[in-house]
Nanobody
Framework: QVQLVESGGGLVQPGGSLRLSCAAS????????MGWFCQAPGKEREFVAA????????EYADSEKGRFTISRDNAKSTVYLQMNSLKPEDTAVYYC???????????????????WGQGTQVTVSS
């Protein structure tokens, strides 16, 4: 059974940083692209970032480019999202997910992901 477990969320002041982790079990993440999405109250789930199986190729939403960095450690079956210069509008539940696709237009779409974690809350507030 595939399990993705996010951690690292919390309350942070504007301008601060957080590092989210997603630990995978029940699948060999080497064979999957991994993505992060976020969902704020009353809004649809939005793409944040994705990293292909090799770890050398990434995609970012325009609003996160330059502030967030996605990385993966296949040996630890873990994917990370380093979030810097956080803004109040980054407040949301953040989810990680696995995908068999690699093309950018697929990785941006939530319905192209097979398995999802339960999410971790990120709140940016002073």
């Amino acid at each position: 059974q595939v399990q993705l477990v996010e951690s690292g969320g919390g309350l942070v002041q504007p301008g601060g940083s957080l590092r989210l982790s997603c630990a995978a079990s029940g699948l060999t993440i080497d064979n999957y692209a991994m993505g992060w999405f976020c969902q704020a109250p009353g809004k649809e789930r939005e793409f944040v970032a994705a990293i292909r199986w090799s770890g050398n190729s990434t995609e970012y939403a325009d609003s996160e480019k330059g502030r967030f960095t996605i990385s993966r450690d296949n040996a630890k079956s873990t994917v990370y999202l380093q979030m810097n210069s956080l803004k109040p509008e980054d407040t949301a539940v953040y989810y990680c997910a696995s995908s068999r696709y690699s093309a950018r237009y697929n990785l941006l779409q939530a319905n192209r992901y097979d398995s999802w974690g339960q999410g971790t809350q990120v709140t940016v507030s002073s």
